[in-house]
């Protein structure tokens, strides 16, 4: 089993020339940025560093589909964000691996970062989207969820089979009370509105290329009215037309940052993601990733690249 190209149970330790080869650009010279990885399962846990630098995060692979849980323990960045600088020194960042940002470090820092399937924490979590969530404290929990990923990524021991899969067990059960704590009650497992949620949200990920689907629809499939449904998502500070959007978006982000669809026209990317128009898929992808189509395409690392294996 291998994960973004590193093996199981593998320890690996990059520098300026993989982060290069691997679609990272900085603003000149040597990017001073080094880390290792090691791998458990379908898990990484990344401590990163490096000086003062600007650069561009690239895309993974099209349709990465993995959340980073990051730990700031060093440091302050700023991220561009539609033409505008945002400063952030909060020490807990959650956010889609690989999505396009310029980061800019003005003094020495340092991360350590969780990676996980977004499959793996949907149990935990039925709806996670693909925004960037900066927090400004951590608890007593989260420190401690720190604490282990610190210590696991540092280590020089080697692990077994059965211990590899301990070890990502333990992250993904800290990232998992982590996520639902920082999501809320509403969110909690195992309830009848939680079933019903996740119910939901497989049938808009099997469904959400077909353009007439819309939340009567959801509704009629999970044979309940439209006014419960949207009542459920409302108290979770969603909604099923929202949830639909953005997965829509997501489709639409895959096609247009996967090399092998440059053929496709616009229009014909807005189809095969079920939006009903072009205009309807531009106002949702400025709406999640601040992206054009155009600009989610070329923003992407070149097909030609040696596909990269870790992002800063």
């Known amino acids: 089993m291998q ?3 590193l093996g199981e149970r593998s320890i690996t330790e990059f520098r300026h020339g993989d982060f290069v080869r691997g679609g990272v650009r900085g603003t000149g010279g040597d990017l001073g940025m080094q880390a290792r990885v090691r791998v458990f399962g379908e898990t990484l846990i990344i401590e990163a560093s490096g000086t003062g630098s600007e650069f561009e995060r690239r895309p993974l692979r099209p349709g990465l589909p993995t959340i980073d849980i990051i730990f700031v323990q060093e440091g302050g960045f700023a991220y561009l964000d539609r033409g505008a600088w945002i400063e952030s020194r909060g020490p807990l960042m959650i956010a889609p691996s690989g999505l396009p940002n310029t980061v800019r470090f003005t003094s020495t820092w340092r991360f350590v970062v969780a990676r996980f399937s977004r499959e793996a924490l949907l149990p935990y979590v039925p709806m996670l989207s693909d925004d960037v969530n900066i927090y400004s404290t951590l608890a007593i929990p989260e420190r401690a969820m720190q604490g282990f990923l610190e210590q696991t990524v540092r280590s020089e021991d080697e692990v077994s089979p059965s211990d590899s899969s301990t070890v990502e067990r333990i992250a993904l059960e800290m990232a998992g009370t982590m996520l639902r704590n920082r999501l809320g009650d509403a969110w909690q497992p195992g309830t009848p509105q939680a079933v019903l949620r996740d119910r939901a949200f497989a049938l808009i990920a099997a469904r959400s290329g077909d353009v007439r689907l819309d939340p009567a629809a959801v509704a009629r499939e999970l044979g309940v009215s439209l006014r419960h449904l949207q009542t459920i998502f409302a108290d979770a500070s969603s909604s099923v037309s929202a949830e639909i ?4 978006a997501r489709v639409a982000r895959s096609i247009l940052q996967d090399p092998r669809s440059d053929a496709l ?18 106002r949702a992808l400025d709406a999640l990733y601040g992206l054009s189509a155009t600009e989610l395409r070329m923003r992407r690392a070149p097909a030609t690249e040696t596909p990269p294996r870790v992002d800063a």
């Open 265 to 282: 026209s616009v229009a014909e990317v807005a189809e095969q993601s079920g939006f009903g128009s072009n205009v309807s898929m531009r």
């Open 245 to 248: 959007r953005r997965e829509r």
């Open 3 to 5: 994960r973004d190209g």
